[in-house]
């Protein structure tokens, strides 16, 4: 598959409650979450590894979308 710029960035917050702050920040190909992925990423902060985050997503076309024809 050609690259295309489908990066998507996703920060990590803590769960503080007066403030959020940052734990880190990972880089996810939005082709491997529309295909369908159960995946852990690399997370980083300040260029170091931070830990890892766990995403998982499952690709269900909208019926109506996918039986639509073109008319024009």
């Known amino acids: ?3 295309v710029g489908d990066d ?3 920060e990590v917050l803590d769960q503080d409650v007066t403030t ?3 734990i880190g920040i990972a880089t996810i190909k939005m082709t491997s ?3 369908g992925t159960d995946q ?3 997370i980083s902060y300040k260029g170091k590894p ?3 985050i766990h995403l998982l997503s499952q690709f269900t076309p909208d019926e109506q979308s996918f039986n639509q ?3 024009g």
Do not use: H
Request: overall charge negative; aromatic content about 14%; charged content about 35%.
């Open 20 to 22: 959020s702050d940052s």
């Open 1 to 3: 598959m050609k690259y």
């Open 40 to 42: 852990w990423f690399e």
């Open 8 to 10: 998507l960035k996703l």
């Open 33 to 35: 979450l529309v295909e």
């Open 50 to 52: 931070a830990g890892k």
């Open 69 to 71: 024809t073109d008319s």
